[in-house]
């Protein structure tokens, strides 16, 4: 055998909780080791969210470029050359994954590359190609991420691509089928029409983006139908039939059983864990349904000195969430009194427009018994909105009856994802409607639309009757 080499902190998986939380125990003045098998940065930086925005906004520029012609801006010979898009969008992860490393070197963590494997509660085993290499460490972080579901009937192949696949087309599809419209089908759906491509979404409930209240998935699906795209809802796709060039899905719509042919078909219905071969069951650490590792609310597994965070535990699988628990992990360890509240964790659609939504909905705080006043402000009359003429919209406050105290927001409009911001830090700062109307805005922004929400909820509204 090897001789160990020994560690206080060792994080499974640089994705955005691993790398985060590993510099995060390396500024608490732990000796920590980071295990990677494939690139720094995990899916986030690679193949999520990073790639999929580059791609998105590539399609909103060309959209963009083409229909101004309400403001009087006609362009000709438009063109894209997609292998120049790919390319950018390959310069941005790259410039990003690099900055990952320059962190965790500059923060003295040692990276290892390799595929780790428990062997017992303070062991580890991490096997490359050609080598294997034992550590001890004193603490571990499990930050293994997910990867999408295959359907069996839907194998992943040139023709059914997941989302990796759909990123890294090498040409603009001339049409697409796309089974789920969650967010990441919705968002891929949205970049891909504006494009040109002709969009088919086959979603089995009964709407699209349905974690998001109807009239903003609403706006995102009337913008996509001017798109040329089609939404099909309460479908269940079936079975796909691939020639060299073709996909034909079969699919079942109200008791009928139809058929649609694309170029290729894109499979996104959600993401498992990656926990199936870490070698957890040597470790006994309980595991909640799914793939999903139980932990409580400082990150820690029911073994005490192994922690978990981001997509392999509860929760919203999204990067910012696996980044805050990175954080709190690494606290916890240290010795610092940290836990998990998920309050005020904001939810974005990167679709158009944008929809955001952080703390409570209008009904949520219903089905709890909160009474509330929800506070409505619509885009199109706010200054700034309509010199871009983007208009779609509004910004939602749901604050407490009782005392005004903010508790939850919903956007829907161009920069929502930003915009949300400020109303996740009043909620955290335990703001009232009164602080946000207080607060000055700059004119003419988007920002005041959230500023005269606050106004609303008040009952005196300057731009509004
Ligand atoms: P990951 O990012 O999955 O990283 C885990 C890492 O662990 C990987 O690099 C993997 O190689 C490594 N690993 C796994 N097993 C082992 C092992 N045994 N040994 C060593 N290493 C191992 N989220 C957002 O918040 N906003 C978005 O806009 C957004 N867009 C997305 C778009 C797409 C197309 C997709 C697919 C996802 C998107 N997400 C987005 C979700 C986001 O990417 C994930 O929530 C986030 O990456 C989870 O972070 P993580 O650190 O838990 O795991």
Redesign the pocket.
């Known amino acids: 055998g090897d001789f160990p080499i020994e560690t206080d902190t060792l994080v499974?998986?640089?994705?955005?909780?691993?790398?985060?939380a590993a510099i995060r125990a390396a500024q608490l003045g732990q000796k920590v080791t980071i295990?990677?098998?494939?690139?720094?940065?995990?899916?986030?930086?690679?193949?999520?969210?990073?790639?999929?925005?580059a791609l998105i906004a590539a399609g909103h520029r060309y959209e963009v470029a083409k229909h101004s012609d309400d403001i009087g801006i006609t362009a000709e010979n438009v063109k894209v050359d997609f292998t120049k898009v790919q390319e950018w969008k390959a310069g941005v992860v790259k410039k990003l994954t690099g900055g990952v490393e320059g962190l965790l070197k500059g923060n003295k963590v040692d990276i290892v590359r390799?595929?780790?494997?428990f062997v017992d509660a303070n062991t580890l085993r991490?096997m490359d190609e050609n080598s294997a290499q034992t550590y001890t460490f004193k603490h571990a972080i499990i930050?293994?991420?997910?990867?999408?579901i295959e359907l069996p009937a839907f194998k992943y192949t040139k023709r059914v691509l997941?989302?990796?696949g759909?990123?890294a087309l090498t040409e603009i599809p001339k049409k697409i089928v796309v089974i789920g419209g969650g967010?990441?089908g919705t968002?891929?759906s949205g970049a891909y029409a504006n494009f040109g491509t002709q969009v088919t979404i086959l979603e089995g409930t009964d709407e699209i983006l349905n974690g998001f209240e109807k009239q903003m998935s609403a706006l995102v699906k009337r913008n996509l139908k001017k798109k040329g795209a089609e939404i099909i809802t309460k479908a269940l796709a079936k079975s796909v039939q691939e020639t060299e060039d073709s996909v034909t899905v079969t699919y079942e719509v109200k008791g009928e059983v139809k058929t649609v042919e694309a170029d290729y078909v894109f499979v996104?219905v959600g993401?498992k864990p990656?926990t199936d071969?870490?070698g957890l069951e040597q470790v006994g650490i309980e595991m909640a349904e799914r793939g999903i590792i139980k932990i409580d609310k400082q990150c820690r597994t029911s073994v005490s000195n192994i922690f978990a965070?981001?997509?392999?535990v509860e929760g919203?699988?999204?990067?910012?969430?696996?980044?805050y628990?990175?954080k709190i992990a690494a606290e916890v360890i240290a010795g610092h009194p940290a836990q998990i509240d998920y309050l005020a964790i904001p939810a974005?659609?990167?679709s158009d427009p944008e929809l955001a939504s952080v703390g409570y909905s209008e009904a949520q705080a219903k089905a709890e018994g909160i009474e509330v006043i929800a506070a409505k402000f619509p885009f199109a009359a706010n200054g700034r909105a309509l010199a871009l003429n983007t208009t779609d919209g509004f910004v939602k406050l749901v604050t407490r009856k009782e005392d005004g105290l903010v508790i939850g927001a919903q956007i829907a409009g161009p920069s929502a994802s930003d915009m949300i911001a400020e109303l996740g830090l009043a909620i955290e700062a335990g703001m009232t409607a009164e602080d946000l109307a207080m607060t000055i805005h700059a004119h003419p922004t988007l920002g005041e639309i959230t500023m005269e929400a606050a106004e609303v909820a008040m009952g005196s509204p300057i731009h509004i009757i």
């Open positions: 499974i998986g640089a994705g955005p909780g691993g790398y985060v295990v990677e098998k494939g690139t720094l940065g995990g899916v986030c930086l690679n193949v999520g969210c990073i790639p999929s925005k390799g595929e780790a494997y991490v930050a293994t991420g997910s990867r999408p997941d989302s990796t759909a990123l967010y990441i968002e891929l996104m993401r990656n071969e870490l965070i981001g997509d392999v919203p699988p999204l990067a910012h969430k696996a980044s628990e990175g974005v659609v990167f």
